[in-house]
């Protein structure tokens, strides 16, 4: 490690984001380090893509790898109801998207895909540094960054480097270091989760696609994500108070909302845990700013929202394609400031805010958003939603449909689907 290399890109992070953005700056030609804190592999939650993601992997020459490695093809999505079966089901081929050639995406094992997405850019020119972490950045007199400190075995050395980015994910270094992270003050949901086997999929159409089970709780819902054709991601997410008032084992408690949704028990009567259940919380927050002089903050450093619609590795990936667009830009005009920055975070933020209202409405209908579905006038739009099409409101008119439907059955005295939406607030 060269320690005089201030024309560096600094990275923290290997994850998505952070290995996204140094194959993008690779590509381009700026020389760039990931200091990730952890050893690849590792474990990590969230391992479905939606389709916008294809488009990244394909501009990033990674698509070739990600079909070489066999990775489960994620055609559709479907839905089920709390307290009887049935199902509704979407599938990607309805909306084709410009640039992407192929009707699917992927589950991935994150473990897997970390990984070879952070060998990527290695290969591309990034250098990689695992195990190392990143302590502090560092700041000039006038309040740029100026590099970052790293700590390996035991001791601290100083990095210089040109621009600082903030890939560190839920550990989000340089938005405590500054202050400026802020919990969601709606969403405090929790999961409870685990790989399993001979989860039974002969019931749906088709078993690689994402499969969402409404539970008979506030805000509560549960996941079928296939890892490989054997194993089978399944959790459990409601509000942290439905767990800490459970008063149960993780055990327990994902048993007992596995029995409470018909569908849910039938696919998971003969199935066999594989690995230790993990828990999940703090799930939604965001960073008061994403960017300032000589630095910027991408993937889930940035922005958290919700997963219920496996959003964080897209927001991740687009978050390095539009970081990157600002900090070539950047180098070639020798502007390092938050105000040639600030587009790249003007951009993101329109993004996770449409996300955030779609995921709002959302838990809002819960088992009424099957409405539309099976709506034609609207189908294709939440389609778009779901294939992570997300970044002008303006073409997304069906959260607004949204919110005049369930208005309706608000203000509607003895409306059919009284009683049937959550008492989230929408405002």
């Given at each position: 490690m060269n320690k005089n290399e201030s024309d560096n890109v600094v990275i923290i992070g290997g994850g998505p984001a952070g290995?996204?953005?140094?194959c993008y700056l690779s590509k381009a030609g700026i020389k760039n380090t990931i200091f990730e804190s952890a050893n690849h592999p590792r474990d990590h939650v969230g391992e479905s893509m939606v389709m916008s993601s294809v488009r990244v992997f394909d501009e990033l020459d990674f698509l070739p790898v990600m079909?070489?490695?066999?990775?489960?093809?994620?055609?559709?999505?479907?839905?089920?109801?709390?307290?009887?079966?049935?199902?509704?089901?979407?599938?990607?081929n309805e909306f084709p998207q410009a640039d992407i050639h192929q009707d699917y995406t992927y589950h991935v094992d994150r473990k897997k895909f970390d990984l070879l997405l952070l060998k990527h850019a290695e290969s591309l020119g990034t250098k990689v540094y695992q195990g190392m972490q990143v302590t502090e950045i560092l700041f000039d007199e006038n309040k740029y960054t100026r590099g970052v400190r790293v700590k390996i075995a035991g001791q601290e050395m100083d990095v210089p480097a040109k621009m600082v980015v903030d890939a560190s994910g839920r550990a989000t270094v340089l938005g405590k270091q500054l202050k400026v992270k802020k919990n969601d003050p709606i969403f405090d949901q929790f999961a409870v989760h685990a790989w399993f086997e001979n989860v039974d999929k002969s019931q749906v159409e088709s078993s690689e696609y994402i499969h969402i089970y409404f539970l008979p709780v506030q805000?509560?819902?549960?996941?079928q994500i296939p890892i490989t054709h054997e194993i089978t991601s399944m959790g459990i997410v409601a509000e942290k108070?439905?767990?800490?008032?459970?008063?149960?084992?993780?055990?327990?408690?994902?048993?007992?909302?596995?029995?409470?949704?018909?569908?849910?028990?039938?696919?998971?009567?003969?199935?066999?845990?594989?690995?230790?259940?993990?828990?999940?919380g703090d799930y939604s927050y965001q960073m008061d700013t994403f960017a300032g002089n000589g630095f910027v903050m991408i993937g889930d450093a940035a922005r958290f929202v919700d997963p219920i619609f496996s959003s964080g590795v897209s927001?991740?990936?687009?978050?390095a394609k539009y970081s990157s667009e600002r900090i070539v830009h950047a180098f070639a005009t020798g502007d390092f400031s938050e105000a040639n920055l600030?587009?790249?975070?003007?951009?993101?933020?329109?993004?996770?805010?449409?996300?955030?209202?779609?995921?709002?409405?959302?838990?809002?209908?819960?088992?009424l958003f099957t409405h539309f579905i099976k709506s034609k006038e609207h189908r294709v739009e939440i389609l778009r939603l779901l294939q992570g099409e997300?970044?002008?409101?303006?073409?997304?008119?069906?959260?607004?449909?949204?919110?005049?439907?369930?208005?309706?059955?608000?203000?509607?005295?003895?409306?059919?689907f009284a009683g049937q939406l959550s008492d989230m607030s929408i405002d």
């Open positions: 290995s996204a953005l140094g079909e070489r490695e066999g990775f489960v093809r994620k055609y559709g999505a479907s839905w089920h109801p709390p307290i009887e079966k049935g199902e509704a089901d979407i599938a990607f805000r509560g819902w549960a996941w108070e439905v767990f800490k008032g459970a008063k149960m084992k993780p055990e327990e408690y994902f048993e007992k909302y596995v029995a409470s949704n018909p569908d849910l028990a039938h696919a998971m009567r003969n199935a066999k845990r594989v690995n230790e259940f993990k828990m999940e927001v991740a990936l687009f978050s600030k587009p790249y975070e003007k951009k993101l933020r329109s993004g996770t805010a449409i996300w955030y209202e779609f995921i709002r409405l959302y838990y809002k209908l819960l088992p997300v970044f002008d409101r303006s073409e997304v008119p069906v959260l607004d449909a949204m919110r005049k439907f369930i208005k309706v059955v608000e203000t509607t005295p003895g409306h059919a």
